[in-house]
DNA sequence: TCAAAAGTGTTAGACGTACACCCATGG
DNA sequence: CCATGGGTGTACGTCTAACACTTTTGA
């Protein structure tokens, strides 16, 4: 019977030297045959007595000492030449945690984070499945609030649209940008603002967890932040 | 080690006694524990040489006699609860099929339609599955050309048109549709019309089938009549 | 000639995009 | 008072929904 593996493909922003925001993920170096030597994604094989999301968000918490602000399965990868040496079937989930979260603690000799536009060859499949990964954020980046996946609790609107910028690759006009959120009725000003910047200080926003809708599909619920929520999905 | 299986949800429409177009899928009867006797998803165990896709094409062919005119990965469900007396992994497809290619053979005591929102209880959880794949189907009509699927070869714009009505449930402005349909460049006229209706006789189309696009994420691609599609999917 | 569906035309409103402009703060 | 981003106003083009209307067939 074939194996059954878990992973997880964490991305986090980062700013690059000018400044943008970058999308980056973690990898682990791998210590056995196949590929043994070369990145991959964190993950590991499934357990009797785990549940597949439980283990996905372990993998994430071993890799990053984080808790996911958003996760969400992927794809299940399972053809049957992606692994030399034994067939393997991979459940992928995808996630998002906070920059600002993340525990420098866990950048190691084994742990390491790429830009994801600039990644080495990765073990097995992994690269065409973080290409699949990146499409999907992208796309639900566009009709979805994941957003604040990326963020803190409290942020500044152009800290969010920063987020959807460097995730969409393009600029968006901040005054459409912010009445589209605002008439989004997702976001609540908090009141306070952003003091210490060189100009008009900016509104401190949070996001509505109060009218926190499910999907449609009313399947793959994840609320560890009440991170979830969709109006309507385009995807492959 | 957890068991791994593969199940697929089929749909296909067939007129109910108004001539309105109505989802149907078949369900096969288990004849072992768990759940012996209660209808469930067609389906079985992963065996070591065979493909994701292979197994879920396999198992619809051993249910209804035929090759999908649309196959997509549903989503892998694993939860510890979902099957009494030992873990079950499943990877779940849908596909659709046209009508009137089933083979009426294939209905027999242990393979049985019914209608989507009519069902029986079925075992384990595949009534939610089911949910979850209609939710699917519904969100990709709106912006994928799937809606063939479940058309033969050359079909008439109120055909299709009803094929959207059935799954989306509201009735759509033919002007406004064929318009729709029409600028998209999915469809070509055959230049032939079809006779014996008690009206104009209206013109049969096909699909364009040379520009064949795959998705954006350039993953799940599956062309067994060139099915896919992709613009941009809104999901869960 | 009538019914029914095929197929075309037209219009009003919603919506996205572009961009001009004022506001509030630090230096 | 100047630079900078925060925040608001507005106008134009495109898309969509609604619906009137003409066309072509069978009966």
Redesign the pocket.
């Known amino acids: 019977m074939p194996e059954l593996a878990v992973s997880t493909v964490i991305f986090t922003l980062r700013p690059d030297e000018t400044g943008a925001m970058q999308l980056w993920l973690p990898a682990v170096k791998r210590i056995r045959s196949p590929f043994d030597g070369m990145w991959a994604l964190p993950g590991g094989p499934l357990s009797e007595e785990e549940d597949l999301i439980a283990a996905a968000s372990r993998t994430l918490l071993e890799t990053t000492g984080l808790k996911p602000r958003y996760l969400e399965q992927l794809y299940a990868f399972g053809s049957l030449e992606r692994s030399p040496g034994g067939r393997v079937v991979s459940i992928v989930y995808w996630a998002l945690v906070a920059q600002n979260e993340i525990a420098d603690a866990y950048e190691c000799e084994n742990v390491s984070w790429f830009a994801a536009d600039n990644l080495p060859n990765l073990a097995f499949d992994h690269n065409l499945i973080v290409e699949y990964a990146l499409s999907r954020l992208r796309n639900k980046m566009e009709y979805s609030r994941i957003a604040h996946g990326f963020l803190g609790d409290t942020f500044?609107?152009?800290?969010l649209?920063e987020v959807y910028e460097a995730v969409l690759g393009r600029a968006l006009?901040?005054?459409?940008f912010?009445?589209?959120m605002?008439s989004s009725g997702d976001l609540v000003a908090t009141g306070e603002?952003l003091?210490?910047?060189?100009?008009?200080?900016?509104?401190l926003y949070k996001y509505d967890t109060s009218v926190d809708l499910t999907d449609q599909g009313a399947l793959p619920t994840f609320s560890e932040h009440s991170a979830n929520s969709i109006k309507r999905e385009k995807t492959a």
Chains 1, 2 share one sequence.
């Open positions: 500044t609107m152009a800290q649209r006009d901040p005054g459409n912010r009445r589209e605002e603002r003091i210490g910047t060189k100009h008009r200080p900016p509104q």
